[in-house]
């Protein structure tokens, strides 16, 4: 991506708490990710949703070695998004800086513990949605993730809608339906951002989820930066 599409996005999330990035994979690639779901081989562990009380659907967490083309955009789109991220805490008063490179983060994440690799594949089938949650995986947690829609809307499903709440302090949540076509991107906080108040920056929570898939079949690739315990 260029600088001029990197200040857009950092615009974006500044203001709206998300960004869409068209076209982020080809339909090609999206096909590879939906149809790699039925490679048990490529995943550490497989999640149904229902049976923890996290919605309804399923998905896989890759294994180490990641797919070579996964491992190369979660290290590309890692040092723009590191910079927002600093920025960021820069603004709420957070000590804590990310390193430029993913792989320094990464080995900051296994130094403590955190050795499980997050990046996974969700399937929805009709009636299967996602409840509001946080990835909050360790100690160690990257405050931006970026999920890719993998199927067609109207064609392989309806409904299935990306949807993100902030709750900013005394006030009701703020919901955000984030409409993505083929191979675009979302990317959007884990589970906090600064919001720019009267008095200077403060901090909101964020969640995000998707809601009732009425038809079809969905999958989405979501790339989180932080390992897993």
Not at 33 to 44: E, G, H, I, K, V
Not at 140 to 146: M, Y
């Amino acid at each position: 991506m260029t600088g001029d599409q990197w200040q857009r996005i950092a615009a974006d999330l500044d203001e709206h708490g998300c960004a869409v990035v068209p076209g982020l994979l080809t339909a090609a690639e999206c096909a590879a990710y939906a149809a790699a779901y039925d490679s048990p081989q490529l995943y550490r562990s497989r999640v149904v949703m229902e049976r923890h009380g996290f919605g309804r659907g399923e998905y896989q967490y890759f294994a180490y070695p990641l797919p070579p083309a996964l491992a190369e955009l979660r290290a590309a789109l890692y040092p723009q998004l590191a910079a927002i991220a600093n920025r960021w805490y820069g603004a709420l008063g957070i000590d804590k800086r990310f390193p430029p490179q993913h792989a320094e983060f990464i080995a900051r994440c296994h130094a403590a513990g955190q050795l499980r690799p997050t990046p996974l594949v969700l399937r929805y089938r009709e009636g299967d949605y996602n409840c509001l949650h946080q990835d909050l995986y360790g100690e160690h947690v990257f405050p931006l993730q970026v999920a890719v829609l993998l199927s067609r809307p109207g064609d392989d499903f309806a409904g299935g809608e990306f949807v993100l709440t902030e709750q900013r302090p005394r006030m009701q949540s703020r919901a955000e339906v984030v409409p993505l076509a083929l191979g675009d991107a979302v990317i959007f906080p884990v589970s906090l951002r600064p919001v720019n108040g009267a008095r200077g920056p403060y901090r909101v929570n964020m969640r995000h989820g998707v809601s009732r898939l009425r038809a079809g079949l969905r999958h989405t690739l979501g790339i989180i930066f932080h390992d897993a315990l």
